[in-house]
């Protein structure tokens, strides 16, 4: 089981986004994606869930090709992979426990007094216990990151992608999160694949780190092995030296 991109390319008008990419996500892993703005990386996990189509390539998830399910079989695989968005994506007028159980009403094995019990578990596991009647409106940055996060583990996914899952939070908040995805990993066997721009967390949280650049993989490797990698588009970027990012070929 595992997500797979093989020589995916995707153009948005005349701009080409994603470039032949080609990345391996194994079960039980946690992966981090880094690379500069624009650089393709919502992109590419977009199309590991299936919200975009690549114009050429192939994405498999457990062995399915994404790009050919019908509608009810595309329904199926996102119950197994969780999305957190870049930026949480909550309805405003609905209250955190409503969000974060959206997703439970749709499985039909699942009572009211079920989905309640669920969704308080979800509350209780990102210390949001005291919230389920609030909007999101009333929660802080750091709150409505970690219900999108509830909302997401909500249906207990095979997988779970994370865009950004702590960027504009404070370094504390930045631990929480980071030691969520690690547990989810750790206590739930959840596979996991997060964009992230903290290289700190990065390296904390990640099996793999990949690196994109151009729409294309740059590095991929353990964390040890990018901390050694000598390739100065790699290097600058880790480092946040710019200059010796054009140093490059
Ligand atoms: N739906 C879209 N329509 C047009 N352009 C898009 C769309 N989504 C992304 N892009 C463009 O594709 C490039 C890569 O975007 P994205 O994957 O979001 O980058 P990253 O997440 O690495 O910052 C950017 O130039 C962005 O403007
Ligand atoms: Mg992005």
């Given at each position: 089981m595992s997500i797979e991109l093989f020589d995916v390319e995707k153009a948005f008008?005349?701009?080409?986004?994603?470039?032949?990419?080609?990345?391996?996500?194994?079960?039980?892993?946690?992966?981090?994606?880094?690379?500069?703005?624009?650089?393709?990386?919502?992109?590419?996990?977009?199309?590991?869930?299936?919200?975009?189509?690549?114009d050429d390539g192939e994405v498999y998830v457990d062995e399915q090709n994404?790009?050919?399910?019908?509608q009810e079989s595309l329904y199926q695989l996102r119950r197994n992979v969780g999305y957190v968005f870049q930026f949480a994506a909550l309805f405003d007028s609905m209250t955190i426990a409503e969000n974060v159980g959206m997703g439970l009403k749709r499985?039909?094995?699942?009572?009211?007094?079920?989905?309640?019990?669920?969704?308080?578990?979800c509350l209780q596991m990102v210390d949001l216990e005291g919230t389920a009647e609030k909007l999101p409106s009333e929660l802080s940055g750091g709150q409505r990151k970690r219900a999108g996060f509830a909302r997401a583990i909500a249906t207990r996914?095979?997988?779970?992608?994370?865009?950004?899952?702590?960027?504009?939070?404070?370094?504390?908040?930045?631990?929480?999160?980071?030691?969520?995805?690690?547990?989810?990993?750790?206590?739930?066997?959840?596979?996991?694949?997060?964009?992230?721009?903290?290289?700190k967390s990065a390296f904390r949280i990640s099996d793999r780190?990949?690196?994109?650049?151009?729409?294309?993989?740059?590095?991929?490797?353990?964390?040890?092995?990018?901390?050694?990698?000598?390739?100065?588009?790699?290097?600058?970027?880790?480092?946040?030296?710019?200059?010796?990012?054009?140093?490059?070929?």
């Open positions: 008008g005349k701009t080409q986004v994603l470039n032949r990419l080609t990345l391996t996500i194994h079960e039980g892993q946690t992966v981090s994606i880094i690379g500069g703005s624009g650089s393709g990386k919502s992109t590419a996990l977009k199309h590991m869930v299936g919200l975009l189509r690549p994404v790009s050919r399910l019908d499985m039909p094995d699942m009572s009211g007094d079920a989905i309640d019990q669920r969704v308080s578990e996914p095979k997988y779970m992608l994370y865009d950004e899952p702590t960027t504009g939070l404070d370094p504390v908040t930045t631990a929480v999160i980071d030691e969520l995805i690690v547990r989810m990993s750790d206590e739930l066997g959840v596979t996991g694949v997060v964009i992230t721009h903290d290289m780190i990949a690196m994109l650049y151009h729409g294309g993989i740059r590095f991929e490797g353990t964390p040890d092995e990018l901390r050694m990698c000598e390739d100065p588009v790699v290097k600058g970027f880790i480092e946040g030296r710019p200059k010796l990012m054009r140093l490059a070929p």
